[in-house]
């Protein structure tokens, strides 16, 4: 990757002085959680498995990697180190990482729709789509994601960037963000570049575990379109820039198309757009547990002119979802 190879992790105890202001909700979360190995560690977790055998044995993980990671979801209250019963310590989600819950169901279901069903890295690839049950009303069911004053299905564009968002200012700070991209992840990443029916297979944790791609993303719904427009709101370097934006169109998330004579104009596509509640929920959590303090919303919903809170209701009966009532069967 060269040039293209983001900066090194800063040192863990850096993280709060990384949290002042300018950082963006999503970048916050980007930095805790955007990284291959975290999302598959959590994953696991959410599934019920705990010890750090079970990671070995999930996705074999290399040692030094998993202690890394693991180090830093403790570090970071997004897990707890449970040695009460002697012996291997347990991992448990502290409520931190219980609210995840809803971006992993977010990423799960753009998988059903947009992925290949060959994802190791989403929640249940191989299991078909409307196999999830609500437990509550008995039926398998699609989940929908809706806006909690007016329960109508949140669409990207019925929704515009509040005063909040825009004090915050653009996602210029990426680049001081507290990364957790290791050099084992750049040469996973570089391998899969070298495959695009790799590539294809992890695309949804391609985009999320990798800050740069997220970011552009998370500006391509602020409707920035153009080279420039990305690399002012984003800070970003042209090279790094065009390597993000070929990577995206190559995931299928942008599409590019001539305007003004040879300049491109890059527009999210019916992927990309359907990954609008990941995106949401990344900025959600961000903002409820690394922003105290300041307004827990900064999306407008057009159509009832409320702060934007969504969450996810079953598509039968309607009622809101709570982990514990969603099964994966
Ligand atoms: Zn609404
Ligand atoms: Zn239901």
């Not at 750090?52 to 998993?66: H, M, P, Q, T, W």
């Not at 998988?111 to 290949?116: L, Q, R």
């Not at 719904?221 to 002012?232: I, L, N």
């Not at 509640?277 to 900025?283: A, M, R, S």
């Amino acid at each position: 990757m060269g040039s293209n190879s983001p900066p090194s992790s800063p040192p863990l105890a850096d993280f709060e002085s990384q949290t002042a202001e300018g950082q963006s909700a999503a970048q916050r979360s980007i930095a805790v959680i955007g990284d291959a190995w975290t999302l598959r560690i959590l994953r696991t977790v959410f599934r019920g498995k705990r010890r750090y055998g079970d990671f070995i044995k999930e996705f074999g993980v290399s040692r030094a990697v998993l202690t890394d990671r693991l180090n830093k979801l403790v570090a970071h209250e997004v897990l707890l180190r449970d040695t009460r019963e002697g012996g291997h310590p347990a991992y448990r989600l502290t409520e931190r990482g219980l609210d995840l819950w809803p971006m992993f169901l977010a990423m799960w279901v753009w998988e059903t729709d947009w992925g290949t069903g060959q994802d190791q890295d989403t929640w249940a690839p191989d299991v078909p789509r409307r196999q999830v049950v609500h437990t509550t009303c008995g039926h398998t069911m699609q989940p929908q994601f809706k806006c909690l004053h007016c329960l109508h299905v949140v669409l990207p564009f019925e929704t515009a960037a509040a005063p909040a968002m825009t004090a915050e200012g653009p996602l210029q700070a990426a680049s001081a963000a507290p990364l957790v991209i290791t050099s084992a992840f750049r040469r996973d990443r570089q391998d899969a570049l070298h495959s695009t029916s790799t590539l294809q297979a992890q695309r949804l944790v391609r985009v999320i575990g990798d800050r740069w791609n997220s970011a552009v993303v998370a500006a391509a719904f602020r409707a920035v379109r153009t080279f420039s427009g990305f690399e002012q709101a984003l800070g970003i370097g042209p090279a790094q820039l065009s390597a993000r934006l070929a990577e995206l169109q190559k995931l299928g998330i942008l599409s590019s198309r001539a305007y003004a004579g040879a300049r491109l104009e890059y527009r999210l596509t019916q992927a990309g757009i359907a990954l609008y509640p990941v995106t949401l929920e990344l900025v959600r959590w961000g903002n409820r547990w690394y922003w105290p303090g300041k307004p827990a919303f900064s999306v407008q919903h057009l159509l009832c002119q409320h702060p934007l809170e969504a969450r996810w209701h079953c598509g039968h009966c309607e009622a809101e979802l709570v982990r514990e009532t969603v099964r994966f069967a």
